[in-house]
């Protein structure tokens, strides 16, 4: 995602989060690197970009 659309976001208050993140995340999930809580945690607080890959979950903020 461009840095200017992330800042945006943040700045709105809204989460970003890409189709292939959300099927990255359950993945992380399924395989018990994340737990329940910790998905929910990250869905429904913060702003910006989540971004997921196979190994974590980091939330981009610019």
Same mark, same amino acid.
């Given at each position: 995602?461009?840095?200017? +659309?992330?800042? @945006?976001?943040? @700045? %709105? *208050?809204? %989460?970003? %989060?890409?189709?292939? $993140?959300? %099927?990255?995340? #359950? *993945? #992380?999930?399924?395989?018990?690197?994340?737990?329940? $809580? /910790?998905?929910?945690? #990250?869905?429904?607080? *913060?702003? *910006?970009? #989540?971004?997921?890959? $196979? /190994?974590?979950? +980091?939330?981009? /903020?610019?």
């Amino acid at each position: 995602m461009a840095p200017d +659309q992330v800042r @945006h976001a943040k @700045h %709105l *208050g809204i %989460l970003v %989060l890409r189709t292939l $993140d959300l %099927l990255r995340l #359950l *993945g #992380l999930y399924k395989r018990g690197t994340i737990t329940r $809580d /910790e998905v929910l945690r #990250l869905l429904t607080t *913060g702003a *910006g970009w #989540l971004r997921v890959t $196979d /190994e974590r979950a +980091q939330r981009v /903020e610019s």
